[in-house]
């Protein structure tokens, strides 16, 4: 879920922290630019990991602060294909099952990687699974808050850095805004056993 990457930065610290430790002025600047952002095919940036090397720092002509580029690595939030994860349902909607894990959001189980067979309930707005069983049918639905175990079957990266508007765009900029699109997302199933809400696969 987890994993460790190795990156490099030029950091520019201002001249008032330099009574400061320069390791520890580098992890807060590093920890100000990624902390809680994507990166794009990267994934989620949790926290400083350490720093590895740092080159030298040079100070330019017109600006006071110092400028040093720096070898480190990030704990970064990107698990791997075919992953299991426990998270929380956010809401259900006809697009399939939302899902949290506290710190990220933008986790989808759509309809047909659900457990089969599978409804959507307008008046509860939930997703019910339609559990056969020798006496019938069972309804089980997927409450909000409840705890949930799904694989990761797929991610999608989507490029929000910001780009200038085009004439399409522009025109339209009048009448509506666009949807804003997650830069990271994953999409998962539990259409297998031992997978869908925890409670469903605990002994009474």
């Not at 100070?59 to 690595?73: C, E, I, L």
């Not at 990030?74 to 809401?91: C, Q, R, S, T």
């Amino acid at each position: 879920m987890f994993v460790l990457v190795e990156m490099v930065d030029t950091v520019r610290i201002p001249p008032w922290q330099f009574e400061r430790k320069l390791n520890d002025s580098i992890a807060e600047e590093l920890n100000k630019k990624l902390a809680n952002k994507v990166v794009y095919n990267v994934g989620l940036c949790i926290c400083l990991f350490d720093i590895t090397k740092l080159e030298d720092a040079y100070v330019f002509p017109g600006d006071g602060a110092s400028h040093t580029k720096v070898h480190f690595r990030y704990v970064v939030f990107h698990p791997f294909l075919d992953e299991i994860l426990i998270g929380k349902i956010k809401g259900c909607s006809p697009e399939g099952v939302h899902v949290s894990l506290g710190f990220f959001d933008d986790i989808l189980i759509p309809p047909e990687s659900l457990q089969q067979p599978a409804k959507f309930d307008e008046a509860e707005q939930v997703w019910v699974w339609e559990y056969e069983t020798e006496e019938g049918a069972h309804d089980l639905y997927m409450d909000t808050s409840e705890e949930i175990r799904f694989r990761v079957v797929d991610e999608s990266f989507v490029d929000t850095s910001p780009t200038g508007p085009s004439s399409a765009d522009a025109a339209s900029s009048s009448e509506e805004l666009p949807k804003k699109e997650a830069p990271y997302t994953l999409v998962g199933s539990i259409s297998e056993p031992g997978l869908g809400l925890l409670s469903w696969w605990t002994s009474s």
